[in-house]
């Protein structure tokens, strides 16, 4: 391990921000040198791993390594550090940007009820826009987390075409944070909405735009399983050409306030 100083910076860092942060790195990451033998990986190995001290002397060891040891098990979530599609040259986004849009949203507090009008008049008249094409789907999606801790994250979507719900569900989350459960409502309106046949826009509407850019994102964030599955979703929809056999398929992600209702 050259330069102890930087993988001791890393090591802090990786506690500050969460105990599990160690299942982000990469198989072969120095950090996990120094782990037990179930989360080496292929790091090499290091004399002083967690595995050759005695149990006497675990239990006297305080510190970083220890704390990650100790909690690591409690991290059921499973990161794909170097997974085919955050490639470079082969992600989503490298491929298909233009093929997908974010219409962001943020409430002028200065004059928030006029602000908040115009986007309801704004989102209205894209519905009636998209109730008029019959190769349209449009979703919104919502997602609840419990004040009580003992309680599980909700989430539910519903797909309309042309005026007409076509699909709807309702999920449970599990004990997760508010941008996950998020992410997961997208990740299940997308993936739904994309196998549906004679289908070449899919515009999707959420409060949590920040969510909406992560699920086309495929690189190592919590949650990542979720956007991996809308990579993967999207990536065979847009090869697919479409219905049209013209115009190329499109997703467009909207962001809705949470105080409009449209």
Not at 16 to 34: C, E, F, Q, Y
Not at 164 to 192: F, M, N
Not at 220 to 238: P, R, Y
Request: glycine letters at 6%; one cysteine or more.
């Amino acid at each position: 391990m050259g330069g102890p100083q930087a993988p001791r910076y890393q090591l802090r860092v990786s506690v500050w921000r969460h105990k599990g942060t160690v299942a982000t790195l990469s198989d072969t990451h120095p950090i996990r040198s120094l782990l037990s033998a179930d989360y080496v990986k292929q790091a090499e190995v290091h004399h002083c791993l967690v595995s050759n001290m005695a149990p006497a002397l675990q239990d006297k060891v305080h510190g970083t390594i220890m704390e990650i040891e100790n909690h690591h098990h409690e991290l059921t979530e499973v990161f794909e550090p170097c997974t085919p599609e955050n490639h470079l040259g082969f992600r989503l986004m490298d491929r298909f940007a233009a093929q997908v849009s974010f219409n962001d949203f943020k409430i002028n507090m200065e004059n928030k009820a006029l602000s908040v009008t115009n986007r309801k008049i704004e989102l209205d008249a894209l519905i009636d826009e998209l109730k008029d094409d019959e190769h349209a789907v449009y979703c919104g999606t919502d997602a609840s987390l419990p004040a009580n801790i003992r309680h599980q994250a909700a989430l539910a979507y519903l797909i309309y075409r042309q005026g007409d719900v076509v699909h709807r569900a309702r999920y449970i989350a599990g004990r997760v944070t508010t941008p996950d459960v998020e992410l997961y409502a997208i990740r299940a309106a997308i993936g739904k909405a994309a196998s549906l046949h004679d289908v070449n826009n899919i515009t999707l509407f959420t409060d949590s735009i920040a969510s909406a850019r992560r699920a086309v994102n495929p690189s190592v964030h919590s949650g990542q399983g979720h956007s991996l599955a809308v990579c993967c979703a999207l990536e065979q929809w847009f090869a697919s050409g479409g219905c049209s056999g013209e115009a190329p398929p499109l997703l467009c992600l909207h962001s809705s306030d949470c105080n409009i209702r449209f």
